[in-house]
């Protein structure tokens, strides 16, 4: 009895999440926690790069990020924690900015901010390239 209360739990709130609107504090936050637990590739998959940029080069982004990241993290103890301190979304709606704070492993804190550009009614984070 209790799997089965237990499976319609999960099953309620997968599909309620499923259903609502992705916001560009949920994308930072996804972000966030695929570079914690070293999943580059879907971390990657979040982020808008030009056209001109080629999948080839998005590999090499990966595996620089990858390797960037992942020592960056160790050295300072991995992410202990993070919070969403703001979210504006601009007037045009196709363009906001997050910020949130962040606390290391080593006790080591800090407070970053993120631009999001919205294409196809999905936000992704500026890759700068």
């Known amino acids: 009895m209790k799997k089965i209360i237990f499976l319609a739990i999960s099953m309620c709130m997968f599909l309620l999440t499923g259903c609502t609107k992705q916001s560009p504090s949920s994308v930072v936050e996804k972000f966030i926690v695929s570079m ?4 580059y ?7 808008q790069f030009s056209e001109s940029v080629s999948d080839e080069e998005k ?13 960056s993290l160790a050295e300072k103890g991995g992410i202990e924690s993070y ?4 979210e ?6 196709k ?5 949130y704070s962040i ?5 080591e804190t800090g ?9 196809e009614d999905k936000w992704l984070i500026e890759s700068g390239k």
């Open 103 to 107: 606390v290391y492993g080593n006790g």
């Open 41 to 47: 590739v879907e971390a990657m998959e979040m982020m």
């Open 88 to 93: 504006e979304i601009f007037d045009d709606g």
């Open 83 to 86: 919070e969403i301190v703001s």
């Open 59 to 71: 590999e090499e982004w990966t595996g620089l990020m990858e390797t960037k990241m992942s020592e």
């Open 95 to 99: 363009a906001a900015h997050v910020v």
């Open 111 to 119: 407070e970053e901010t993120v631009s999001l550009v919205k294409q």
């Open 36 to 39: 914690k637990e070293d999943k």
